[in-house]
């Protein structure tokens, strides 16, 4: 896939997606339009007893600046567009806010621009993924497209004609990567993008063995990997869910084979702590997204 590319590009793509073809991306963004996240309030707390098992990680700039060691040989796909809150009632009015310049001086492996079909702002969030690609690609940047869906479209993140349409026109547009949601008739969204897709994780799922049938579905449906967050850190043992995340990704594992090692792993070593009491309103509105 990636032949026509550069050295460069193939180069930043492979810190992405690793040499099985495979991709586990650790989603730590959110606070670019969620503020203090639960679970991610402290970026570099969180991340330390997972930066070991993700390939790569899609975060802000700025938390890639504050929180994450020099040290880390991962890949980094840096969240290029935004401009919103959660406090917004259509979250879709976005710009783009790192240029590839940026980027590149971050040594990014990718940015990630998100679309927002059949929102009130699709055709300028369309136009800031038109716009990114245009610059990335005299340095052989990597663009990541999101299928964002917002608060008040939320219901189509199930929707496979919905998330076929967004994933098709990020790749029409030219995204290396798409990012969207794991639905039923999943196969279908993948035989109609021609690009790599990787799943959201989507709002905290009940059990470990949800996450992982989720995960274990996706690939056998197409997806090269998963691009996950909240079922990943907020999890009650992130540490043990991630690892269980990585042997589907990567280990081939079944359901029952993962979800046994994440119960070996999930003692109260890997427990997540709580630093902050939750606020109800805060969870009340995170929920929507
Ligand atoms: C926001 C994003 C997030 O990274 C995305 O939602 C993935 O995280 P999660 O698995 O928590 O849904 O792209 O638009």
Same mark, same amino acid.
């Given at each position: ?5 550069? +050295?460069g ?8 997606i ?5 991709a586990?991306?650790?989603a730590i ?26 390939d790569?990680l899609m ?7 504050? /929180?994450?060691p020099?040290?880390?040989?991962g890949?980094k ?14 979250m879709?009015?976005?710009a ?16 990630a621009?998100s679309?927002y ?17 245009e ?7 990597p663009?990541? *497209? ?7 479209? &939320?219901e189509k ?6 998330l ?6 990020a790749?029409?547009?030219g995204?290396?990567?798409? &990012? ?5 008739g999943?196969?279908?969204v993948?035989?109609?993008?021609p690009?790599?897709i990787?799943?959201?994780? *989507? ?6 063995? /949800? ?17 996950m967050g909240?079922?990943? +850190?907020?999890?009650?043992?992130p540490?043990?869910?991630?690892? *269980? ?10 359901v ?7 119960? *070996? ?6 427990r997540? &702590? ?5 606020h109800?309103?805060?969870a009340?509105?995170?929920e929507?997204?």
């Amino acid at each position: 896939m990636f032949n026509e590319m550069n +050295w460069g590009k193939k180069n930043r793509m492979s810190e992405i997606i690793q040499h099985d073809g495979r991709a586990l991306m650790l989603a730590i963004d959110h606070g670019y339009f969620m503020g203090p996240t639960r679970g991610m309030e402290d970026p570099a707390k969180a991340l330390e007893p997972l930066l070991a098992y993700a390939d790569s990680l899609m975060l802000s700039p700025g938390i890639l600046g504050t /929180s994450v060691p020099i040290s880390f040989r991962g890949g980094k796909v840096l969240r290029a567009s935004g401009g919103n809150s959660i406090l917004d009632e259509d979250m879709s009015n976005e710009a783009v806010i790192l240029s590839a310049e940026q980027a590149i001086t971050l040594n990014a492996s990718a940015v990630a621009i998100s679309i927002y079909v059949g929102a009130e702002y699709q055709h300028q969030t369309l136009m800031n993924l038109a716009q990114a690609i245009e610059d990335a690609s005299p340095y052989g940047l990597p663009v990541l *497209g999101v299928t964002a869906v917002g608060k008040e479209m &939320k219901e189509k993140a199930a929707d496979k004609r919905f998330l076929a349409l967004s994933c098709r026109i990020a790749a029409e547009f030219g995204a290396d990567i798409v &990012k969207t949601y794991y639905c039923d008739g999943f196969e279908e969204v993948v035989a109609k993008t021609p690009v790599p897709i990787v799943i959201a994780g *989507g709002p905290r799922l009940d059990s470990y063995e /949800s996450i992982l049938q989720m995960c274990h579905n996706a690939l056998e449906r197409g997806a090269i990997g998963v691009d996950m967050g909240r079922n990943i +850190w907020q999890a009650d043992h992130p540490a043990a869910i991630i690892q *269980g995340v990585r042997g589907i990704v990567h280990d081939g594992l079944s359901v029952s084979e993962a979800l046994d090692l994440v119960n *070996g792993l999930a003692t109260d070593a890997t427990r997540r &702590k709580e630093y902050f009491p939750a606020h109800p309103e805060d969870a009340r509105v995170q929920e929507k997204h």
